[in-house]
């Protein structure tokens, strides 16, 4: 399986709560209903919580500022999705994705990549 990756920040004229809620409450939802397009295994969201042990790490390694939330979509493979993305249906959602993220997501900060997990 790979996974897709997306480091997530919020639209500037938003908060952390906001931009989080309406990602579980509204997004979620959204995405989960269109799985089946997506050939999504699994989607899971991780949300930054607020803990001074977060600016303790960072300061400790010379990190940038954390991001707002971490998504994680598992396909079964990368020839999968790829097949996926090329259907008509994939195309439409895919737009209507990217307008939803719009209103919360600022692309411009945030990050996307596919990667392949090594447990140890």
Not at 21 to 44: C, E, I, T
Not at 80 to 98: F, H, I, Y
Request: net charge negative; hydrophobic share 40%.
């Amino acid at each position: 399986m790979i996974k897709l990756i997306m480091c997530l920040h919020r639209r500037a004229n938003i908060t952390r709560e906001e931009f989080q809620d309406y990602w579980l409450n509204k997004h979620g939802p959204f995405f989960q209903k269109n799985a089946a397009v997506m050939r999504s295994k699994r989607y899971v969201q991780g949300h930054t919580i607020d803990s001074p042990l977060n600016e303790a790490m960072r300061t400790s390694r010379n990190m940038q500022a954390e991001f707002d939330g971490l998504a994680e979509v598992w396909f079964e493979s990368e020839e999968d999705l790829m097949e996926a993305m090329s259907t008509p249906e994939m195309q439409k959602l895919s737009a209507a994705l990217l307008e939803d993220e719009s209103t919360f997501i600022d692309h411009s900060r945030s990050s996307a990549f596919l990667v392949r997990d090594h447990e140890f």
